[in-house]
Structure formats: C-alpha cells, structure tokens
C-alpha cells in the first residue's frame, strides 16, 4: 500500500502562511499526480490544488494567486505553500496521490489522514 504522510499544519492569524508537505512511500511505484484536497465543517471535500509529473498544476479559483504547489519526483514529495491565508482556508486537508506500482502495473489512489489548518485571529 502506498501511504502518505502530511506535514505543516497549524495555527495561524489571517494574512499568514503555512508550507504543507507530503511524502509518499510503501513501494516501488511511479506517482503519475499528487493533489491537495481539503475539508471544512460541514462542507464536502474539494480539490485545492494538483500537479502532474510534467509539471503542471490546477488550482480552486479560491485559492489562485494565493497557494503554490510543487513536487520533488525523486522523493516522491508534494507541497503546497499556502500565504494569505484567509479563516475561510480553515480545514483539514489531505494529500492524494495517483500512479501505478511498477511490478504490478496495478493503480493506486491513496489519501493521507489529513492535516488540520486552522486561520483565525
């Protein structure tokens, strides 16, 4: 099973900033896109931002301008660098990652167990 490890969460007042990180691990695998979802109270889970292999990234419109994230292919690592951060960003987020095992070719979509951010004053 590839499992996933968060990282970064905390406490912070409107306006600051936060580094999330997620590491994947388990196996011999090839993570083909590595996404940040999150969760509010109440609220359905939606995806915050996804990079892909190649690069490329998709953000939520709320968040554009705002967050970044990035990916280290050789650690199998994803970020996501949160500023500006707004009560409404308040939620616990979840790294989800999607790829093949290489010995199997069989497809995994693994979700970490969430991180808790909390923005208030």
């Known amino acids: 099973q590839v499992q996933l490890v968060e990282s970064g969460g905390g406490s912070v007042q409107p306006g600051g900033s936060l580094r999330l990180s997620c590491a994947a691990s388990?196996?011999?695998?090839?993570?083909?896109?590595m996404a940040w979802y999150r969760q509010a109270p109440g609220k359905e889970r939606e995806l915050v931002a996804g990079?892909?292999?190649?690069?490329?990234?998709n953000y939520a419109d709320s968040v554009k301008g705002r967050f970044t994230i990035s990916r280290d292919n050789g650690k199998n690592t994803v970020y996501l660098q949160m500023n500006s951060l707004k009560p409404e960003d308040t939620a616990i987020y979840y790294c989800?990652?999607?790829?093949?095992?290489?010995?199997?070719?069989?497809?995994?979509?693994?979700w970490g167990q969430g991180t808790q951010v909390t923005v208030s004053s």
């Open positions: 989800n990652a999607k790829g093949t095992y290489y010995i199997s070719t069989l497809r995994f979509d693994s």
């Open positions: 388990g196996g011999i695998f090839r993570v083909n896109v």
């Open positions: 990079v892909t292999e190649d690069g490329s990234t």
